[in-house]
Structures are given as structure tokens and as C-alpha cells.
């Protein structure tokens, strides 16, 4: 959410103020550094990542990419997702684009820039990170996690929409309790809700999309949902009502309408396509919605909002606690996609989701370890640069370079991390359990980033202070175990060296870190800064 440098700084010709240069010169840095526009296949961006399908992957520079001040972290996936912060990637990635679209051949790679001030541990560290990456991608490649994936995809670009409503509502809000500009709160309340009441057809089209579908007739079937004349059909013997199954609705509708859309091009001749085809997918998939899947997924939904109500009214504490422990390791399995159609659904149905508070907190404790291992390494000046310029986008919500490039690759950190996050989701968890519920109009953001977006059964007043005293709590806690508990003798012996003063290594990689990476002279140290939840 925030960067520490921009790649106009490098560029003498451009003036650092111009944000339309600026934002350009750090696509020109990155182009190159990807293979050039002959290796990009697909460019695409979501709330913070710059996201690319390319032909050849062995012709990216991964490290002269970290060394860029704009980048603030590389992760490889199923695409190569390159970390700008929210608000850069969406101003780079059209830059970006134009800049594909523009090259008729890919230009030579520009040389790597200097990277004289990398000590040896934080090669080690960054290298460690690189291993552990290309496991968790190894692993998550199960057709479970798979599909999950595929799930978020359908998700992720409706974030920016919810994000904007979300603080439109809280606007309303504020402006209807103070009795503040009657006039406009009900133009207020129309943009905040518009989105909302129709977000059943963008998750169809999108998810006709991700499968192999005719967008528009995705959107098409799921339409039927949010339809106010469904109010005169009844189905199980009641009247459906508009909205009637939601978010869950309209997916299942529009897998439908792909599989349906797929048997009709395989058996339709081909000169009736075009009016047989789109007929008989809105036709029977609109059947099936109305008479069964909005029933369904109507009941599936209820009972979602019903749970997580449940779970947090009766057993606030302990659930806050596991879910911000658990948070950090479910994003290592890639699970943590799963809860987007659950944040999602609890938004439709009552403005706010639960969940997404408690989960932030799992920032909370990577910050509060983060600070801990740069007081532990007074002398490590490569590490402690690291966590300096990545810090600042932690406390916003952005915390991969943290977990990759400290955390994980030196072990026990990452776990003190989770325990800092179990507190601070125990505490919110904990007031939930006492009668205030405090959610999020949106998803996507955390950390300091979420404090417009809160949202609750309570005044603003009190759900602000009950989402500071959680992170709070997870800064403190997260600190307090990694600093005591964080480290081996072993571990502070061979990375507490100041390697840049000295110019020798650091030693072995850190006890609990499993391998010895080799480092090279040109790596760069770990990211610079940024679920996200993983963006949360």
C-alpha cells in the first residue's frame, strides 16, 4: 500500500513529480527485466500485483526486478506476479500495455542494476525464499487448490468495486448518524448499493469467463437472480425472492451455463449455432436456476451468514484466536481462497463480513516479528535494510516481502509471527463474543488500510477502537514471541554479523531454514515491501 521508491528515480529525464512518468518509467524498468514484449503472453493486474502470463520464464531477471524501487516483491504462481502496491499497479499496468502493444520485437534485456550494498545473509534469506516459493507452488498444484484458484480468479476483480462502495456505505453512514448533508445521502446510499444489488451478474460473467464460456451469457443466467419478477415463481413451495441465493447462486448458475453453452457447440450444426446456442444455455440453465439452484444456494448462503455469526457470538475468542494463527500457513497452502465466496456472501447478506478483521491481524504479528528480528540482528545491516523499506507497507497490509524475505526463510520467526496474529484475532474475536461485531465492507485490504472499510453493529467510534487494540495486540504479542523465542544461539551467532563491514558471509543459512542456498553477487535482498492475502 505503500512504496518506497519509484523507478523515476532512476530515470533522469522524467521529473519525479509527474505521477503519468513516473508511472511509465517503471513500466519501461520492468519490461525488459520480463523478457521483453515477445515473452508476454497476458498482462492483468489485482489489488497489488502486476500479473503475467509469459512465453518463456527462464528469461526473467528475477533479482534485477527486486531491484527496482517500485517493485516491492516478485511471487511466482500460476502467472508471474510482480508486487506494486495498490494504486501503482493500476496506474503502471495500462503504461504497461501500451508498452507491449506498442514493441514489434522484444528489445534486448537491460543490464541488471548494481546491487554493491546486498550482503551475503540476505542473499541467503532471499534465496531461501525463492525455494520455499517454488515448493508451496509444487505442492499447491493439486486439483483442489487448483480450483480454488480458479475461484479466486472469478473474485479478485470485483475487489476494487467492493473497496469503493464499501467506502461510500461507511461515508453514508458517518454522514447519516451526524445528520450531515441530508441531501446527498440518498445519492450516497444509490452508489454504495448499486454494485452490490447486482453483483450476482458480474460473478456470472466472470466465472463464464474463467471456465471456458461466453462471458456475456454468464452474466446473462445469473441476471435471472436479481430479477424482481423471480418474486412471482414459486420453487419448494415458496416464493423466491430476489437476490435469493447470492454470490453462490449466480457461480452455480454460470458453471452451468458453460457446460450447457460446450454440449450445445459440440452437437448444435454449425449454421444454427449462433440462434440455437445462446437460446437453449439461457433457457435451461435459467430453469434449473429458478426451480433449484437459488433454492439451494439461497439455503447454503443463510446458513454461511447463520455460522459465522454463531461461531463468533459463542466462541469468539478462541475462533479469532485460531483463525489469526492459522491465517499466515493457510496462505502458504493457497486454502486461504476458499474464504473470498465466504467474505463475499456474508457482505451481500448483511454489509460487512466478519471474518476479514480477525484474519488481518495475522499482519499484525508479522509486523510485530519483523521489528523483533531487527532489533535481534543490531549488526545483520542487510537484513535490517530489508525489514526498514518493507515495514512501511506491512503496517498497510502488504506483507509479502516480509514472509518471504525474513520471516519464512528464517523459520522460527514466521511461526512467532502466527502467534502474534492468534492474540490479536483472539482479542477482536473476543468483543465479537461480547456483542460487537466488527467486520469490513470490502475485501482485499488489511492493516492500517482497513480502518475506513469497518463496519459493525456498533458506533464507528467503538469498532475503530476494538481494530486498533487487535492490531495492537498482535504488534506487541508477535514482538514480544519472536524476540524471546525467535531465535536460536546458533541462529543469532551466524546472522548477527555485520557482513557488509567485514565483507565476508554470513555463514550457513539459519538453523530451522532446512538447505544452504548459494548465494550469487548479483542477488538482491529480499523484497522491499508488501492478503492479501498474501493479501488478506
Known sequence: MATTGSAADQTPDRTPDKTPDKNRATAEAILPLVGGAGNVASVAHCMTRLRLGLHDRSLVRDEALRALPAVLGVVEDETYQIVLGPGTVARVTPEFERLVAEADQAPAAA????????????????????????????????????????????????????IGCGIIAGLNGLLTNLHWLPAIVPALAAMASGFMSLIAVFVGYNTAKEFGGTPILGGAVAAIIVFPGVANIDAFGQKLSPGQGGVLGALGAAVLAVYVE?????????????????TLTVLISGLVT??????????ISTATGTFANWLLSHGGSGAG??????????????????????????????????????????????????????LRLPHNTSIRRTIRSALPAGFLGVGEPLIYGVSLPLGRPFITACVGGAFGGGFVGLFNQLGAAVGSTAIGPSGWALFPLLAGNRGLGEMIAVYAGGLLVGYAVGFVATYYF??????????????????????AAPTGAPGTPTATPDTQPPPEAATQPARL
Not at 454449425?270 to 445462446?278: F, K, M, S
Open 321 to 374: 484466536f485460531v483463525l489469526g494463527g492459522l491465517f499466515l500457513p493457510l496462505v502458504m497452502l493457497g486454502l486461504h481462497q476458499a474464504l473470498i465466496p465466504i467474505h463475499t456472501t456474508l457482505i451481500e447478506q448483511q454489509g460487512y463480513t466478519v471474518l476479514l478483521p480477525i484474519l488481518a491481524m495475522a499482519g499484525a504479528g508479522q509486523v510485530g516479528a519483523a521489528a523483533a528480528v531487527y
Open 486 to 507: 525467535g531465535f536460536t544461539k546458533t541462529m543469532l551467532r551466524e546472522l548477527n554479523a555485520d557482513t557488509e563491514a567485514t565483507g565476508t558471509t554470513a555463514g
Open 290 to 299: 429458478l426451480f433449484g439452484l437459488m433454492y439451494v444456494a439461497g439455503e
Open 111 to 162: 543490464p541488471a542494476p548494481s546491487l554493491s550494498s546486498a550482503s551475503a545473509t540476505a542473499d541467503e534469506l532471499a534465496a531461501r525464499g525463492e525455494e520455499i516459493r517454488a515448493a508451496r507452488k509444487a505442492r499447491n498444484a493439486t486439483p483442489f487448490k487448483l480450483f480454488l484458484r480458479r475461484i479466486a480468479n472469478i473474485f479478485v476483480p470485483l475487489i476494487p468495486a467492493l
Open 262 to 278: 460446450k454440449w450445445c457447440r459440440r452437437w448444435v450444426p454449425e449454421a444454427l449455432d449462433v440462434l440455437v446456442t445462446p
